[in-house]
Each structure stands twice: as C-alpha cells, then as structure tokens.
Nanobody
Framework: VQLQASGGGLVQAGGSLRLSCAASGRTVSGYGMGWFRQAPGKEREFVAGVSRSGDSTHYADSVKGRFTISRGGAKNTVYLQMNSLKPEDTAVYYC???????????????????WGQGTLVTVSS
C-alpha cells in the first residue's frame, strides 16, 4: 500500500488543521493506521492510532482531547483532526499502516510496515 499525507501548513496557536492520509494499492480497511510526528532534533513519536476494526483508538497523552483520528470509509483515507494547536505540535507528521490484531491499536513505529512521506505542520505562537 502506498500512503500520501497532506494537509500540513502554518497555523497560529489555538487553530486547527486536518491532515489526510490517502492510500492507494490496497484498502486501508485491512490495516491498523497511525500518525507519528518528528520535531527538529527529536525522535519520531507516536501521535494517534486506530485499529483495523475502527473501534479502537489510542492517543499520546500530549494530544489527547485535542486530536482525533478517523477513517474516511469509501474514500480510503485516514484523517487526523488537530484542534487547539500549540507551538510544541510543530513537526513533520507521518501516516503509517500496519498489521496486528483486528481490535488492537498499534502504538510503536516498528509495528507499522508502510509509511507515507511527511507533511509539515508549523504552529506559531
């Protein structure tokens, strides 16, 4: 499966963005999906994930209550709605697809098999 992330940009603190991860080659419904981010000088970190079933989601503590991951159904797309953005959310955001059990949300980068190119999110103070 090939993944294409988009939707990044420059936004003021407190604003919102919606990232999209469009898949081609195979349907994303067969994969656990996730979003990661990497800020300058830092390691890549998990942001949010959704299980293959779509019933289970998991978020990093730093984004819980502000970010929402969702599947786009027939659009074969996964979204990351980001609200109340903070300067510390500034990073390159990556989407990823992996296997795993049907109801489990993948949370580690080494659990994901396919990665999209990143999209840059910059939050100004």
């Amino acid at each position: 499966v090939q993944l294409q992330a988009s939707g990044g940009g420059l936004v003021q603190a407190g604003g919102s963005l919606r990232l999209s991860c469009a898949a081609s080659g195979r349907t994303v419904s067969g994969y656990g999906m996730g979003w990661f981010r990497q800020a300058p000088g830092k390691e890549r970190e998990f942001v949010a994930g959704v299980s293959r079933s779509g019933d289970s989601t998991h978020y990093a503590d730093s984004v819980k209550g502000r970010f929402t991951i969702s599947r786009g159904g027939a659009k074969n797309t996964v979204y990351l709605q980001m609200n109340s953005l903070k300067p510390e959310d500034t990073a390159v955001y990556y989407c990823a697809a992996g296997g795993g059990s049907y109801y489990y949300t993948l949370r580690k980068s080494n659990e994901y098999d396919y990665w999209g190119q990143g999209t840059l999110v910059t939050v100004s103070s």
